[in-house]
């Protein structure tokens, strides 16, 4: 063991840290389009993607963090790697949670939801397109962050508009179960725009 522990040290075991942000964003931005899709035609095969991804995305989380551990050294700050795949998993927890929700409280989707959602799959799409250009041209990933920020901005928006006509609907109940399914996907949004944060963190100290 100590032999291995010297050769460790002069030959430390190198990990692509940007390949594994890279497959965590694109599992986001593939639950996304399942929750996107199971809200405009209700099939419980996109219900199915979205578990299966969220079950994925815990795989390459879990796994990345143990490299975190292992590693001798990292390309960009370790502590902005981790934060980075802790939120982007949240960001899939909480579109599970959508779901999740809409099927317990009896909840059919709305103009809300839907343009809501809408927007957070434009989010996580651009998220990946940025995440996939960290290494090779971060310049690139960087123009890429205003328009993540106005997905979050709109989310945002929504939701208070949203969150108005429940106010004046008259129907309480009906109210606080659409106000559950709202602030969930608003939560997977705030998630995303920690997310942003912390990508254009690295994006700074790579340019």
Not at 84 to 101: E, G, P, Q
Not at 147 to 164: P, S
């Amino acid at each position: 063991m100590k032999n291995r522990s010297i050769l460790d040290r002069l030959f430390p075991k190198k990990y692509d840290f940007f390949n594994s942000l890279g497959r965590q964003a694109q599992i986001n931005a593939l639950s996304i389009s399942a929750l996107n899709s199971w809200l405009k035609e209700g099939k419980d095969g996109d219900a199915d993607v979205l578990e299966r991804c969220g079950k994925e995305a815990d795989e390459v989380r879990l796994s990345l963090e143990r490299d975190l551990v292992e590693a001798f050294s990292t390309p960009v700050e370790r502590g902005d790697i981790y934060l980075l795949s802790v939120d982007m998993d949240k960001v899939i927890d909480y579109a599970r949670s959508t779901l999740h929700s809409m099927r317990a409280f009896g909840v059919e989707s709305d103009g809300i939801i839907r343009s809501m959602v809408d927007e957070l799959n434009s989010g996580v799409n651009g998220f990946y397109e940025a995440v996939k250009y960290l290494k090779s041209d971060p310049a690139k990933s960087e123009q890429l962050i205003p328009a993540m920020r106005k997905t979050h901005a709109a989310v945002e928006k929504l939701y208070i508009d949203g969150m108005a006509a429940l106010f004046q609907s008259g129907d309480p109940m009906h109210a606080l179960k659409l106000r559950e399914v709202y602030h969930h996907i608003k939560d997977a949004s705030s998630n995303l725009d920690y997310s942003v944060d912390t990508l254009h963190s690295i994006i700074v100290g790579l340019i």
